[in-house]
């Protein structure tokens, strides 16, 4: 499986530890329209997308 920098995004880790933060809501903004992020998320397994999705709210894909 490829690499994708959204696993070690600083963005991410800014949600992870405050979501209400601004740069925690502007990457959860972000993920709705980003091609990469598409893309780690449609290659993950269903379990993993399951967790992400729980995690994030995420409804897209």
């Known amino acids: ?3 994708y920098p959204c ?5 991410r880790a800014h949600y ?8 925690g809501r ?3 903004w972000h993920i709705n329209f980003c091609p990469g992020f ?3 998320f449609t290659h993950q397994d269903e379990e993993t997308k399951t967790s992400i ?3 994030y709210d995420f409804k897209k894909y």
Request: charge should be positive; hydrophobic fraction near 30%.
């Open 16 to 23: 992870d530890k405050n979501a209400k933060s601004f740069m």
């Open 7 to 11: 696993e070690n995004c600083k963005l």
């Open 1 to 3: 499986m490829p690499q």
């Open 38 to 40: 598409k893309a780690y």
């Open 53 to 55: 999705r729980e995690k």
């Open 26 to 28: 502007l990457w959860r």
